[in-house]
């Protein structure tokens, strides 16, 4: 038993389809981000877990230096979505080994050590994706971290522009903070960011992990920005909930990225998942739906005339940042509505629901939303 890891919630799941989980006594949960952004097509798929099966039943598992068909198509189709330039793949396991790929691959190419993090940034819990995470809770028990990282306002352009320099091996951001709270960058934040980069040499890393695949909007957050970063990670959903990270490098960072390696790099039967993921997506236009599906989230949100101190983010990654405990909206919601959310911190309620998501399942969380805030707020 991990409760020394993990806290246990009292909705033991048995199974999910779509938009739903199912409680092992049949309950029916509406999930809205129970499980970090990981199911972005839904649960169970039928193309993904065909996909799976299929694979499963050939080969499950060789290490990447042999070619595999599922692995080699993943590549192609990442090299395909991914920003123009960052063509250069290598996958991992999660999201924080993806980070760390980044760091190590930045310090390697560019020669310097200098990390530059934004307060407020989570970036992961492995020891170098921890050094550029902010939260002292995250921090505090495992220090000395690595050394050598600078951690600056997000959003303030002048503060970056005073840190980055000949020495910086990289700037690292989220596009939008989610564990800080769900915070948007502006869009003159982050070009600023690229031109800092690009002047010292840094590389500018874009932690997509929560923001990709079709999260905000736009099949990459960074994208409402215009802004193509040297290296770009991303999990979470990648493979609907099969372990996976990918770190996507331009030319000049994969050219002297340095050793690396793991022994479970792009198993065949996550590369399949992945890739049928990543089809569905793209074939199904969920980018677009989210941008409309967010649209009419915050809309109607706002129409409630919720107590509240604001509702922002992009897309379907939503955060509503309430008077007081984030905790017990989330823990209210769940036992009293059938929702599962998520909280941002100790004030903000955060909403990743499946990109399939329609305007009646929208409907049900603001009512819900409504009735939980009116007694607790």
């Known amino acids: 038993m991990s409760e020394f890891v993990y806290s246990q919630k009292p909705i033991p799941i048995e199974r999910g389809e779509g938009v739903y989980l199912y409680a092992e006594d049949g309950t029916e949960y509406l999930d809205f981000g129970a499980s970090y952004a990981v199911s972005p097509v839904g649960h169970c798929h039928p193309e993904v877990v065909s996909a799976v099966e299929e694979q499963a039943a050939e080969l499950l598992f060789v290490h990447a230096s042999y070619p595999t068909e599922s692995r080699d198509s993943l590549y192609e189709k990442l090299a395909t979505v991914a920003p123009s330039g960052l063509e250069n793949v290598w996958l991992c396991n999660s999201g924080t080994e993806a980070n760390e790929a980044a760091l190590k691959f930045a310090r390697s190419a560019t020669g310097n050590s200098k990390i530059v993090a934004a307060k407020r940034g989570f970036h992961g819990r492995t020891m170098g994706s921890l050094s550029v995470t902010w939260k002292p809770k995250y921090r505090a028990p495992f220090e000395p971290l690595v050394d050598d990282v600078e951690f600056v306002t997000y959003g303030d352009e002048d503060e970056l522009a005073d840190v980055v320099d000949d020495e910086t091996a990289a700037v690292i951001l989220e596009p939008v903070q989610g564990e800080g709270g769900v915070n948007p960058a502006t869009k003159d934040y982050l070009q600023t960011a690229r031109e800092l ?61 340095g050793s690396h390696g793991s022994t479970f790099s792009g198993s065949p039967v996550v590369s399949a998942a992945a890739e049928a993921t990543l089809s569905v997506l793209v074939d199904e236009n969920l980018p677009a739906h989210a941008a409309e599906m967010g649209e009419y989230l915050q809309s109607e949100l706002h129409a409630a005339n919720l107590p509240v101190r604001d509702v922002r983010g992009h897309g379907l990654m939503v955060g509503i940042e309430v008077k007081r405990g984030a905790n017990r909206v989330v823990k209210e919601l769940a036992l009293s509505h059938g929702i599962l959310a998520l909280p941002a911190g100790r004030s903000v309620l955060r909403l990743l629901p499946p990109l399939t998501v329609e305007t009646e399942h929208l409907d049900a969380v603001v009512d819900a939303l409504s009735d939980v805030l009116g007694e607790t707020q």
Do not use: M, N, Y
Request: with cysteine; proline share 3%.
């Open 197 to 257: 980069t690009t002047d010292s040499g840094a590389a500018l890393v874009f932690d997509e992990i929560q923001t990709g695949l079709g999260r905000t909007g736009s099949l990459w957050a960074c994208e409402h920005a215009g802004v193509t970063p040297d290296i770009l990670t991303t999990a979470k959903g990648l493979a609907s909930g099969l372990p996976i990270g990918a770190t996507l490098c331009a030319d000049w960072i994969a050219e002297d990225a």
